[in-house]
């Protein structure tokens, strides 16, 4: 059997992807993407915010830029008069065709966010849902448009007073639901 063919776009796209997983294999770079997503921050604003050194702090902002999920903005003066430059996420998570990341990055994101939050500060809801395939998209599709429509209102009114709020919602298949109960003793 002969080996396929590699053309230069196919290796490229092969690389891009390749390049997108890895930036977004670490939690840091979510937490980066997330500070990033409402107004440009630069690599000194973000390294005091996540008490990170800069020179590292840089790396993981390069990373992202390079593989596209943040955006250099104009530069700006800093406290000291150096040149800075912001960034700003380009929501390209946000993409079905995105979802490069795996969920256990995910988690680890969202343990590090919330680590030192009051318990009562933090939201949960869980659910037991009984779905087939066809409503399990539907469900995705849904929650999609709510979290689509919240951010167009607020590009419409971008001028109202809003908190900043983040969300994790994982889904999974329920084994011990799905499993056949132990034989009883």
């Not at 000194?44 to 790396?59: G, I, V």
């Not at 040149?83 to 969920?103: N, V």
């Not at 318990?119 to 689509?148: K, N």
Request: proline share 8%.
């Amino acid at each position: 059997m002969s080996e396929p063919i590699t053309t230069p776009v196919d290796a490229a796209a092969d690389a891009t992807l390749e390049a997108r997983a890895k930036a977004l294999g670490s939690p840091i770079r979510w937490r980066i993407l997330r500070l990033c997503l409402h107004e440009p921050r630069t690599n000194r604003e973000l390294a005091a915010l996540l008490d990170r050194n800069p020179a590292s702090m840089l790396h993981h902002v390069r990373t992202l830029v390079d593989a596209g999920y943040l955006a250099p903005q104009e530069a700006r003066r800093g406290a000291r008069g150096a040149r800075e430059i912001p960034y700003l996420a380009t929501r390209l998570t946000w993409t079905e065709d995105e979802q490069t990341s795996t969920s256990d990055v995910l988690v680890r994101t969202f343990l590090e966010e919330i680590e030192g939050l009051a318990p009562d500060d933090v939201a949960i809801m869980r659910a037991g849902l009984r779905l087939t395939q066809d409503e399990l998209h539907e469900y995705w599709q849904r929650v999609g448009d709510v979290v689509r429509d919240l951010m167009a209102r607020r590009e419409a009114a971008p001028d109202l007073e809003r908190a900043s709020w983040s969300v994790f919602m994982a889904v999974h298949p329920d084994r011990q639901q799905d499993e056949p109960a132990p034989p009883a003793p």
